[in-house]
């Protein structure tokens, strides 16, 4: 059973990196997207808010699939649209063939995240500690690499095409192979069909129960569009930097979020979730305050640095929390429907945010609609608790007796 979760784990995390990369490549690149289909820049946010939209609409139908479907078997499928929808992103011509290759895209994505998090939780339960953020790391990982593929091909004036295929002819084979290690309910013998016929015999998951939750998951997603919106121009035009130092922030960013998903586990295993979440905001309100009260551009990129560094647990601690809580309270099978309905206001929080700083800057000034951001993120403190765990209730035995649960005790804080 060890080496069947252990597969499970690496093949997930691998569909985490290539969601990562995909994602990166469609986001980075597109002025050249605009450029090729000759989108207008007043259509092209019409454009760009489909695709959350409809990422909302995958979720939700999501939701609905896996009381039939185990959700392995919606990732080995929502994967692939989602790379090929990228590919027609790079191969169509007209318009409408955009709009099409979008809606696929959006769709996909919403599937696919909501999809990838159920597995994810689900073997973190089996495991009986915190594997959640190695996952999301191996996403913010992907989004480097796409980012420095885009680089290249902005640099080198590369065709869509010619920059997606190659990504897309290494991707698909891969994620297709990988697929058939995936792990449904945790690995712990229980079929997804029989997961879901329980969840459907104890009822849905309360919204009441989530709700703090899908707050912590909105704040999160308003501070991480921000700085992926606003990082560049807030230094340039707000802080006095080079157009070249202005994209500095958001990689320094990305690489901080990597890192801290990546030593995430130890921190939870250690100090408990609760703990880490509120470390997490406090660093993440702290980023943004500095950012606001920046006298010059490297005391602000100081301040982007810090929200990579806090932001980056709050999100895969939410999902993780939401399922097991979802589970302990409906049964294993609740879990995949409470993440599924989380899952919507990660794109939820991506849709406000941007708008919401540009329309505070616009409106007074932009360290003033820094202010904003943070002060919902702080707001992440008054349901910290709800992230608390029941003593040891994960695992199959097979992990080692002194491993920590996940999100248990807040040692004194």
């Given at each position: 059973m060890t080496d069947v979760l252990r597969r499970g784990r690496a093949s997930l995390a691998f569909s985490f990196f290539a969601q990562g990369v995909a994602f990166a490549l469609l986001v980075t690149r597109i002025p050249a997207i605009q450029d090729r289909y000759g989108v207008s820049d007043a259509l092209l946010p019409a454009f760009l808010?489909?695709?959350?939209?409809?990422a909302g609409v995958g979720s939700v139908a999501t939701e609905r699939l896996v009381r039939r479907v185990p959700p392995s078997r919606l990732l080995r499928w929502s994967q692939p649209v989602v790379l090929l929808a990228l590919l027609g992103v790079g191969v169509g011509e007209r318009m409408v063939e955009l709009g099409v290759a979008l809606a696929a895209f959006g769709l996909g994505v919403g599937a696919l995240d909501a999809s990838m998090n159920m597995l994810g939780v689900s073997l973190q339960r089996s495991y009986g500690r915190s594997i959640m953020l190695s996952f999301h790391a191996a996403y913010s990982l992907g989004g480097i690499v796409g980012a420095s593929l885009a680089w290249v091909g902005a640099h080198w004036d590369l065709a869509l095409v010619v920059l997606y295929l190659p990504v897309v002819v290494v991707l698909l084979p891969a994620a297709l192979v990988g697929s058939?290690?995936?792990?449904?309910?945790?690995?712990?013998?229980?079929?997804?069909?029989?997961?879901?016929?329980?969840?459907?015999?104890?009822?849905?998951?309360?919204?009441?129960?989530?709700?703090?939750?899908?707050?912590?998951?909105t704040f999160a997603y308003i501070g991480d569009s921000t700085v992926s919106n606003w990082s560049a121009k807030y230094l340039q035009d707000v802080l006095?930097?080079?157009e070249q130092l202005a994209t500095v922030p958001y990689n320094v960013y990305m690489v901080t979020t990597l890192l801290g998903r990546a030593m995430g586990d130890f921190g939870v295993r250690r100090f408990g979730a609760v703990s880490v979440v509120r470390m997490?905001?406090?660093?993440?309100?702290?980023?943004f305050a500095v950012v606001a009260g920046a006298p010059g551009p490297w005391v602000g990129m100081l301040g982007f640095t810090l929200l990579g560094v806090g932001l980056c647990v709050l999100?895969?601690?939410?999902?993780?929390?939401?399922?097991?809580?979802a589970s302990e309270k409906y049964g294993p099978g609740a879990?995949?429907?409470?993440?599924?309905?989380l899952n919507v206001f990660n794109y939820g929080g991506f849709l406000i945010g941007?708008?919401?700083?540009?329309?505070?800057?616009?409106?007074?000034?932009?360290?003033?609609?820094?202010?904003?951001?943070?002060?919902?993120?702080?707001?992440?403190?008054?349901?910290?608790r709800s992230f608390a765990a029941q003593p040891d209730r994960y695992g199959g035995g097979h992990e080692r007796p002194r491993t920590a649960d996940v999100g248990r005790g807040s040692n004194g804080l």
């Open positions: 808010a489909a695709v959350p939209i409809l058939r290690w995936y792990v449904d309910g945790g690995g712990g013998g229980v079929r997804g069909d029989a997961v879901a016929e329980e969840s459907r015999e104890r009822g849905p998951v309360a919204f009441k129960v989530l709700l703090p939750f899908c707050l912590v998951m006095g930097s080079s997490g905001a406090l660093v993440a309100a702290g980023g999100v895969p601690q939410t999902f993780a929390a939401a399922g097991r809580l879990s995949d429907a409470a993440i599924a309905r941007s708008p919401l700083v540009g329309a505070l800057g616009d409106a007074w000034n932009y360290r003033g609609a820094m202010l904003v951001p943070m002060v919902l993120v702080l707001v992440t403190l008054v349901y910290a």
